[in-house]
């Protein structure tokens, strides 16, 4: 079983729809739970982050992270064509980097 | 404040060839990690260094070594390339060892004929 599990996608949803992407983990250290964005060519960037369970807004973003079930949700409100990108869940348990999802991809059709 | 830079931006070796790959962490950061990204496997954690000692190793063959420099400058290395090694190499460097945001660079590309 891998560490992180992510819906590949690709998933294309119209301009103002509401996306959600999501990914499970199976490691109960986990404690850090990280979103990155990774535009076309592009190194992925950090688009935020929590801290073990609950949800954590941030503009149109929303995180969200259920510990029992090990579920992390990423929501994006109101997406706009500057949101297509591939996202990267990767949970951490704070003593290391290791794990990644392996990314959705995202295409936000104007 | 400059980013992580990485060279060469794309190579295209051989099978049988080895390739070196540079990065120049962010002015102040001591970690620097290096992954491995394909469209199947997604991004793949190599290792990660900082003051110039390995911490954590991905599991990779030994062909995949890397080191790091007094000035927290990176390299890695691939020899004997295989087919399978084509893709898209990151580098990324962070304040403090294997915690916080990691802030990569544009990767090195790499294909394998």
């Known amino acids: 079983q891998k560490e992180v599990e992510q819906d590949p996608g690709p998933l294309s949803v119209p301009e103002g729809a509401i996306v959600s992407l999501n990914c499970t983990y199976s490691n109960s250290a986990f404690q850090y739970f990280m979103w990155y964005r990774q535009y076309s060519r592009k190194g992925p960037e950090l688009l935020m982050y929590?801290?073990?369970?609950g949800n954590k807004e941030d503009g149109r973003f929303t995180a969200q992270v259920d510990k029992s079930s090990k579920y992390i949700s990423l929501f994006i409100r109101d997406s706009q064509p500057s949101d297509s990108a591939t996202y990267l869940c990767a949970p951490q348990t704070g003593a290391n980097n290791l794990f990644f999802g392996t990314g959705t991809r995202l295409t936000v059709i104007p | 404040k400059a980013g992580v830079t990485q060279t060469p931006r794309y190579l295209i070796k051989t099978r049988g060839q080895q390739v070196t790959l540079s990065c120049s962490p962010i002015?102040?950061?001591?970690?620097v990690s290096w992954y491995q990204q394909t469209p199947g496997q997604g991004l793949q954690f190599l290792f990660e260094?900082?003051?110039?000692?390995?911490?954590n190793k991905g599991n990779f063959p030994g062909r995949f070594s890397g080191r790091q420099f007094s000035n927290s400058r990176s390299e890695m290395n691939v020899s004997t390339l295989e087919l399978g090694d084509s893709a898209l190499y990151l580098c990324?460097?962070?304040?403090?060892?294997?915690?916080?945001?990691?802030?990569f660079g544009e990767g090195s590309r790499l294909t394998v004929l």
């Open positions: 002015s102040g950061h001591r970690s």
């Open positions: 990324a460097s962070s304040l403090e060892a294997a915690a916080g945001e990691l802030f």
């Open positions: 929590t801290y073990s369970s």
């Open positions: 260094y900082f003051s110039e000692t390995q911490r």
